[in-house]
């Protein structure tokens, strides 16, 4: 089987590095892809190739799926999913035994609008938090639903902000002010509609399955630390690590998910008669026990998907393949009994602006974890490219041991201005595990 990733980053890279174990894959490509995919090799010997595209061009992908002869396509990122790369693939001459894994522009817009995944989980009956969407006209009406809420105050532009558009304001005063911005178009079109919701207390877990829609398999679950700062403090960033597993999403938690969230979610995309093939992403939280939907994702989360993979038993690329022929429910995908820690390494300055082009050493030295690429180049030797620039992923016995691993490999590596949390996973140390 001939398969192409779509995207160039850390989840794109863990991706790849899973898919080139099954032995059912002949010919991997990962388009653009980066250094870190380009280094793996197949059970083959074949070495996995990075291939010239635009994610969000389809022109470009076509030619590269027709150029290849692509069996499978696998989506990274979820501006093509949002922008209908699986539509556009279907029917087209050529491409008529391409299998995408990957929603259409309908089942995407669980991640396309907020407002839209907001609304299909109360048709559903799916927890999450209580909200009301308004318009740009509507900011006087707005103001008096944020006076009937309680502080803090989460507003929501509607469409797609690469993870920009949720603001958390503390007070009546500030939240007014971020509903203004959002309105007048701080975050474009996206702002065009703003969703204000209750606040809920708690903590987040990323739950993933992979669904051919009528099966799913629960993938391994995991916790992002999305603050820039130790401790949570500071603004936003992609995700600064990941753990998995996560104590409290025991087997009684997991019940409430599938239950309350996974199972109502794939009922009501059938009813709406959305054939969802792909993954999707549950962010959580988890509020005394019970589990609410914070958002839809329609792709796996970066950095998760580099802790995920590291647990992740069984033939990927096989289990995807399956989606073709609706038999998810005769492959066996399980999680291994080890735990992982991933750690973000990112450019000093970042999510802010940052300098790039710096000579990164030490990426031989790592021998006993998995160094995935987010935002490297090569030059031709290594340097740093983006905002985050490695992820490790280290696994072990115990959320301890893994974590010491991470942390001592990631102190072989060094490029100018590096920065990364010495905190992911440290919350977790003291809560029991069963
Ligand atoms: P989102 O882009 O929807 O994932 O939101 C970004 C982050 O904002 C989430 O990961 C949460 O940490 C936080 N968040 C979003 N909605 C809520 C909510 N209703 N209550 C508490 N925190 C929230
Ligand atoms: N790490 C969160 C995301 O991928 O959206």
């Known amino acids: 089987m001939k398969v192409l990733v779509l995207g160039s980053g850390g989840r794109e890279h863990a991706l790849a590095w899973k898919l080139a174990q099954s032995p059912l894959v002949s010919d991997l490509f990962v388009g653009p892809g980066n250094p870190g995919t380009s280094s793996l090799t197949l059970t083959n010997g074949k070495q996995v190739q990075n291939v010239a595209l635009v994610t969000n061009d389809f022109q470009s992908v076509e030619n590269v799926l027709l150029q290849y002869a692509i069996d499978m396509l696998v989506v990274g990122p979820e501006e093509p999913l949002v922008m209908g790369i699986t539509d556009f693939c279907k029917n087209r001459e050529g491409l008529e035994n391409l299998l995408v894994i990957g929603p259409d522009s309908r ?14 989980m109360t048709a559903c009956r799916i927890p999450t938090a209580l909200y009301r969407t308004f318009t740009c006209g509507q900011y006087a009406e707005a103001c008096l639903y944020l006076d009937s809420l309680e502080p803090p105050y989460v507003l929501k532009a509607d469409g797609l902000a690469a993870g920009k558009g949720v603001l958390i304001e503390p007070d009546l005063v500030k939240a007014r002010a971020g509903l203004k911005e959002m309105m007048e178009g701080k975050f474009g ?49 992609g995700g600064m690590g990941a753990v998995s597993p996560v104590p409290f999403a025991d087997r009684s938690f997991m019940k409430k998910v599938e239950e309350r969230i996974i199972r109502p979610t794939l009922e009501g995309l059938a009813r709406k008669g959305c054939d969802y093939r792909g993954f999707l992403f549950f962010g959580l939280i988890n509020c005394n026990g019970d589990p609410y939907v914070i958002e839809y994702n329609v792709r796996m989360g970066d950095p998760e998907t580099e802790s995920v993979m590291m647990r992740l038993q069984g033939d990927l690329a096989a289990a995807c393949y399956s989606l073709k022929t609706k038999t998810l429910d005769k ?35 790592v021998k006993e974890a998995n160094v995935f690429h987010m935002g490297t180049s090569t030059t031709p030797q290594i340097v740093t490219k983006g905002g985050r620039v490695l992820a490790v992923s280290a696994t072990g016995p115990t959320l301890l041991s893994a974590r010491e691993l991470a942390y001592r490999e990631l102190s072989l590596i060094a490029y100018t201005d590096m920065v990364y949390r010495n905190d992911i996973g440290e919350d977790l140390m003291d809560m029991k595990y069963s």
Do not use: W
């Not at 396309?112 to 995944?117: M, Q």
């Not at 009528?214 to 679950?221: A, D, G, M, V």
């Not at 995908?333 to 030490?362: D, F, M, R, W």
């Open 189 to 237: 079109a996206a702002g065009n509609k703003v969703v204000v919701e209750q606040f809920l207390r708690g903590t987040e877990v990323s739950v993933f399955i992979l669904t051919d829609g009528t099966h799913y398999k629960i993938l391994p679950e995991a916790k992002d630390y999305k603050r820039i700062g130790e401790r949570d403090q500071g603004p936003n960033t």
């Open 107 to 120: 089942g995407a817009s669980l991640e396309g609008s907020k407002d839209h995944a907001k609304a299909f």
């Open 331 to 365: 492959m066996s995908l399980s999680a291994a009994e080890n735990h992982c820690v991933t750690v973000v390494a990112v450019s000093g300055g970042y999510p802010g602006t940052y300098q790039k082009g710096y000579a990164i050493k030490g990426l031989d030295q």
